[in-house]
C-alpha cells in the first residue's frame, strides 16, 4: 500500500524549510507554516530523522523534541525530517499514517519520500516502523549511511532477524540501542538500584494484544518481557509458557536458579507493572509513566554512541520471547533459551 501526498502543500511547505537554510550547516524552519509555536533551529549533529509514522511513538517523540515545551534536557536535538511509511499491510499500522504524518507536519518536519532521502537529511535516526519485518531492510539503509539507530520495538519479527541486524550494525561499526519504555520507569530503575536488596524472583505483567504477523509476545507482550528483564538481568537458561482463553504466564529460569514470570493480560484491567521479590522488601513497580525517561536514555546515547542497553540483554529478550512460542507448541514443556539464539546465528 502506498501513500499519496498533497504535492502543492508538500512544495509549500518544502519551500519554507529551503528558505530557512541558513549558514554553517543549520536549518531554521519559519514556524508559523506548521503551526509551531517557536522558532526550529537545529545544528548539524544533532537533525534527527523518523523513519515509519505508523506509531503514536513518533508523534510524542516528535512532540517531545519540536513542541513548545521542548526543554535543554534534550540537548537541542530535533526532528527535521520523515519518512511515513511503516508496515505495508497491518491495517491498525497502516490506517495511522495519514493523521500522524500530519501531526509530525504541523511541527516543523519535513515529510520526505525515501529512506534514502532522510538519510541525507539527518545526523541519527528514530526507527519507528510498528511492523518488525520491515525493520531488517530499513535498518541496512541506516547502517550503509553510518548513522547510529534507536530501533523501538520489536526490533523484528524473528529472532533470526534481530539478530542478523546486529550482527550487520556490528559489522559496519554502528551504534544501535533498542528498549521498551518500561525499562525506564522509575521504581523499576530504583529497584534495580537496590531498593529491595538482592533481586531474588520477579512477576511482571503487560497487555498482551497478538498481532498475527509477529510472534505472540513480540508485539505487546515484550513490554512486560523488557521490564522482567530489567529486573532480572541476564542468564535465563529455560522457558515454559502455558496459555488458557483466561489468562498467559510465561516462566524463565535463570541459571542461578532464579525463577522469572511475565503474565500476558488477556482479560480485565490492562495496565503495566510488576512484583519484585528482594531481600530485604518486596516492592510493586509501575504503571507507565510516559516516553520522556525513555527520550532522555536516546539522547544520551546518540550523544555518546554508547547503546544504554547492550545487544546481548536485548537478544536474550528476543530470544525468551521465541522460545516461549515453541514452548506454546509443544503444551508448555520447557525450551532451551541458548539453543534458540544458537539456531538463529
Given at each position: 500500500?502506498?501513500i499519496?501526498?498533497?504535492r ?11 528558505a530557512g537554510?541558513?549558514m554553517?550547516?543549520?536549518l531554521?524552519?519559519a ?10 533551529s537545529?545544528e548539524t549533529?544533532?537533525r ?7 506509531t ?6 516528535t512532540q ?15 526532528v527535521v ?7 505495508l499491510d ?5 490506517e ?6 500530519e ?10 519520500g ?5 538519510l ?12 518488525g519485518r520491515?525493520?531488517?531492510e ?6 550503509e ?8 520495538k520489536p ?7 534481530a539478530v ?8 559496519r ?10 525499562r ?16 531474588l524472583?520477579?512477576?511482571?505483567w503487560s497487555?498482551m494484544k497478538?498481532?498475527k504477523?509477529h510472534?505472540?509476545?513480540f ?5 512486560g518481557?523488557e ?9 535465563c ?6 496459555r ?8 524463565g529460569?535463570?541459571?542461578?536458579g532464579?525463577i522469572?514470570?511475565?503474565r500476558?493480560?488477556?482479560k480485565g ?9 528482594g531481600e ?6 509501575g504503571?507507565h509513566?510516559?516516553?520522556?525517561p525513555?527520550l532522555?536514555?536516546?539522547?544520551g ?12 540483554e536485548?537478544?536474550?529478550i528476543f530470544?525468551?520471547?521465541e522460545?516461549?512460542?515453541?514452548s ?6 520447557p525450551v532451551d533459551?541458548?539453543t534458540q539464539l544458537?539456531?538463529?546465528?
Amino acid at each position: 500500500m502506498s501513500i499519496r501526498y498533497d504535492r502543492r502543500k508538500f512544495i509549500r511547505s518544502a519551500a519554507v524549510v529551503g528558505a530557512g537554510l541558513g549558514m554553517g550547516g543549520r536549518l531554521i524552519a519559519a514556524p508559523e507554516s506548521f503551526g509551531y509555536a517557536g522558532p526550529l533551529s537545529v545544528e548539524t549533529g544533532r537533525r534527527v530523522g523518523i523513519i515509519g509514522l505508523d506509531t503514536s511513538h513518533a508523534t510524542a517523540f516528535t512532540q517531545a523534541l519540536n513542541g513548545p515545551k521542548a526543554g535543554a534536557e534534550y540537548a537541542g536535538y530535533r526532528v527535521v525530517a520523515a519518512y511515513p511509511q511503516g508496515s505495508l499491510d497491518i491495517v491498525s499500522s497502516v490506517e495511522r499514517i495519514p493523521g500522524y504524518t500530519e501531526q509530525v507536519r504541523k511541527l516543523g518536519v519535513e515529510i520526505v519520500g525515501s529512506v534514502a532521502e532522510l538519510l541525507q537529511q539527518v545526523d541519527v535516526v528514530l526507527l519507528e516502523t510498528n511492523d518488525g519485518r520491515r525493520h531488517l531492510e530499513q535498518a541496512l539503509q541506516v547502517f550503509e549511511a553510518g548513522k547510529p539507530v534507536f530501533m523501538d520495538k520489536p526490533v523484528a519479527a524473528s529472532l533470526k532477524d534481530a539478530v542478523a541486524i546486529y550482527a550487520a550494525a556490528e559489522k559496519r561499526g554502528v551504534p544501535v540501542f533498542s528498549s521498551s519504555s518500561l525499562r525506564y520507569t522509575p521504581n523499576v530503575q530504583e529497584a534495580v538500584a537496590g531498593k529491595a536488596g538482592k533481586i531474588l524472583a520477579v512477576d511482571a505483567w503487560s497487555p498482551m494484544k497478538i498481532e498475527k504477523t509477529h510472534p505472540d509476545l513480540f508485539w505487546y507482550g515484550i513490554h512486560g518481557v523488557e521490564t522482567l528483564f530489567t529486573l532480572m538481568g541476564t542468564g535465563c537458561r529455560s522457558v515454559s509458557r502455558i496459555r488458557t482463553e483466561e489468562a498467559e504466564v510465561v516462566t524463565g529460569t535463570w541459571a542461578d536458579g532464579r525463577i522469572g514470570t511475565f503474565r500476558g493480560l488477556l482479560k480485565g484491567k490492562q495496565d503495566y507493572g510488576g512484583t519484585v521479590f528482594g531481600e530485604k522488601s518486596i516492592l510493586t513497580v509501575g504503571p507507565h509513566v510516559g516516553y520522556e525517561p525513555l527520550l532522555r536514555q536516546i539522547i544520551g546515547f546518540f550523544q555518546t554512541g554508547k547503546p544504554p542497553v547492550p545487544a546481548a540483554e536485548t537478544l536474550e529478550i528476543f530470544a525468551f520471547m521465541e522460545a516461549a512460542d515453541v514452548s506454546k507448541r509443544k503444551g508448555g514443556r520447557p525450551v532451551d533459551l541458548q539453543t534458540q539464539l544458537r539456531k538463529a546465528r
